[in-house]
């Protein structure tokens, strides 16, 4: 029997609802992988009995459902439904085992951190859902042709594992059919203009889930495009639904009117609230608010021919912009302001990677706005060279001053949630941030060339525990999802600071002492005869690593002479999930195909560029790829 007959065959094991039909395992078997140990049932396809995939499911919720905007699932409905056995294991979107592929890992710490001897205290958990994953994508493309919400759900949390586990060109595909989905379902539109649901052609629950639904494809999309319009499918201004509501009133099932993403907008079809309804609104739709602002950012960085910032005319972009991300940053209400208080009240919901994650998104976009006034936080440096040649003395002082503080506030913001909740730190968009972070804090503080600190009350100590705790926070991760990339570079950083700033003061250097001229400064950038996403796209992002692993299959294609033979799995349904036992190659940052002849289709420059940029920040990963002698890393 073929795996691809698995996921079939266990549904109708279940279709009886009795506990001895449901998959059979071995409760003590282990898998030897290497240098660790996973237990079998985690590896494998089929779900696990009842009682732990109760479990799973319990984790998801704790783990995956309380992040950005994943909580689209209504879960007195989920679990009500849950309650039938045989529907779990005839359950045919792929949505349950997504949902357990994702919680896995944690699971799987939560087993080996107690049985940990230290022979496997470097087990890399993410591998632990493997097999679910690949069930949940058959699952989906089974479907193909007829999807629905929950077969739209599958695959935005397959991109999610995806992602977490390095298989980014699956992720990038994935994201494109999401976006096809979106369309043919309708979601950028609410359902019907009944928005207080006083018909009941839908419950609200089901209409919330559908807003939630969209505005994570909208956010999914949004991580990859970086303000590169070839790679948006989903674009802001399309997406004409509400903003999601308080987590209060959906799990309730509470009717209400909420903002649409424009501050103080309702819906053109809905009647003028009798109450604000602003108050409606979930903490969700600042992250979202955010994230729009940025994507103009990101683009607006882009493009920045002509530009002059420290203007303040009718059309200047950058002050819009600037004004945009501050009255973002002062409409968040005191609920959601970052205070003592309200850590501990978002930590007992469960709610801390979100609430964290709002305030470091923020502070992020001043960021990717001021870096304009910072040499090499902008790829090519030749970009923003006129503006750094022109700017008045004070401009370039506040961008600075800005990259640094606001840099700082994340790394506190890192430190406080590290400390005050390990779990809710494991995701995706955490490990950018950090790596982003030592990125930003070590180049500006390079860059900086005055003789007097950039920011007085804050020492190199200051900047070095910050750094440090980066450091610390993703080699954590790497184990829950694959940050070897990150780490190495956010570790690079740490090292270039120790190099720089270890054994002399700003005061005793002399001004402009620190700042590094680029290979890049003084010439001419300019593009090969075909243009091509890979020359503007930072190495860390979805696309570029998506590329790489394309270019190493590629690669040994041609070398093992079978460029041009068709794959047998391009016509099997099933090749979209490999048995359990299969180990496709994935990207890890570590390891790459060393041959001459692969690197040479690449353009000269891309061995002597430290940076490229799709958010636009340096790696220092040309020094760790000099070092283990793998140029792949710049591409």
């Known amino acids: ?101 994702l919680a896995a890992p944690f699971y799987c710490a939560k087993v080996m951190t107690a049985k940990e001897d230290g022979s496997n205290s470097s087990v890399p958990f993410f591998n632990a859902g493997k097999g679910w994953a690949e069930a949940a994508m058959q699952c989906m493309f089974s479907s193909f042709g007829s999807p629905g919400i929950e077969c739209l759900m599958t695959g935005v ?25 979106v369309q043919l379902l309708q979601l950028n539109m609410e359902y ?8 009941n052609k839908m419950s609200w629950a089901a209409k919330e889930t559908r807003r939630r639904v969209v505005w994570a494809c909208y956010l999914l999309d949004a991580s990859i495009e970086c303000g590169i319009d070839q790679l948006c499918l989903i674009p802001s201004y399309d997406v004409q639904v509400q903003m999601p509501c308080s987590e209060d ?52 960085v882009k493009h920045l021919e002509g530009e ?6 009718e059309n200047a972009r950058f002050h819009k912009l600037d004004s945009e991300i501050k009255e973002l940053d002062a409409s968040i209400p005191d609920n959601f302001k970052m205070s003592a208080e309200n850590v501990y009240i978002f930590k007992a919901s469960g709610r801390l990677n979100l609430f964290f994650g709002v305030h470091i998104l923020i502070a992020q976009t001043f960021n990717d706005l001021y870096r304009v006034g910072v040499s090499r936080l902008v790829f090519p440096n030749t970009a923003t060279k006129w503006i750094r040649e022109n700017a008045p003395d004070e401009f370039l ?10 840099a700082f506030y994340i790394g506190t913001l890192l430190k406080d949630l590290w400390n005050c909740h390990r779990l809710s730190i494991i995701d995706l968009p955490y490990a950018v941030h950090a790596q982003i972070c030592s990125s930003v804090l070590v180049t500006s503080l390079s860059s900086w060339g005055e003789p007097d600190p950039p920011l007085p009350h804050l020492s190199q100590n200051d900047y070095k525990s910050v750094l440090q705790t980066n450091v610390k926070i993703l080699k954590y991760l790497q184990r829950y999802i694959k940050a070897d990339l990150y780490y ?27 700042v590094e001229t680029s290979p890049m400064d003084g010439t001419d950038y300019s593009r090969p005869s075909q243009f091509s996403l890979e020359y503007i796209l930072n190495p860390l992002g979805t696309y570029p690593m998506a590329r790489q692993q394309v270019h190493h299959s590629d ?51 891309a061995s002597d560029i430290p940076m490229m940029s799709d958010m636009g920040y340096p790696t220092f990963l040309d020094q760790y790829s000099v070092s283990i002698g793998d140029p792949t890393l710049m591409i």
């Open 249 to 300: 009133l959906f799990v309730r099932n509470t009717p209400c009117i909420t903002e649409t993403l424009v501050r103080g907008e309702v819906l053109p079809f809905v009647d003028p609230p009798r109450i604000d309804p602003a108050v409606n609104l979930d903490i969700r739709a600042f992250y979202i608010r955010a994230m729009v602002t940025r994507s103009k950012i990101l683009k607006y």
């Open 1 to 101: 029997m073929t795996d691809s007959r698995l996921a079939t065959l266990s549904r109708r094991r279940g279709s009886n609802g009795d506990e001895s039909c449901e998959p059979n395992i071995q409760e003590e078997a282990f898998v030897q992988r290497s240098s660790y140990v996973i237990p079998a049932w985690l590896l494998a396809r089929n779900l696990p009995p009842i009682d732990r995939v109760r479990e799973l499911i319990d984790i998801y919720f704790a783990q995956i459902h309380t992040v950005r905007c994943m909580g689209f699932l209504h879960i007195p409905t989920f679990m009500e439904r849950f309650r039938d056995r045989k529907m779990v294991y005839t359950e045919m979107s792929g949505l349950i085992y997504s949902m357990c592929a």
């Open 488 to 514: 190495e570079s956010a570790n690079q950083a740490l090292r270039l600071f120790n190099t720089r700033f270890s054994h002399e003061t700003p005061e005793r250097r002399a001004p402009g002492s620190l």
């Open 192 to 199: 019907d203009e009944d928005i207080l649901c006083q018909k």
């Open 308 to 313: 002059v910032p420290w203007e303040i005319t």
């Open 555 to 605: 690669h040994a294609h041609v070398r093992d002479g079978i460029a041009d033979q068709p794959s047998s799995s391009q016509s099997d349904i099933g090749a979209f999930c490999p048995s359990a036992g299969d180990n496709p190659p994935s990207m890890d940052g570590l390891s790459g195909v060393h041959d001459n002849s692969f690197f040479s289709q690449f353009p000269d420059w």
């Open 397 to 406: 002082k506040l961008c600075h001053r800005t990259c640094i503080s606001k």
């Open 157 to 181: 949390l397959l991109h999610d594992y995806y992602l977490r586990v390095g298989d980014y060109a699956k992720g990038f595909l994935v994201s494109g059919f999401i976006a096809r989905q």
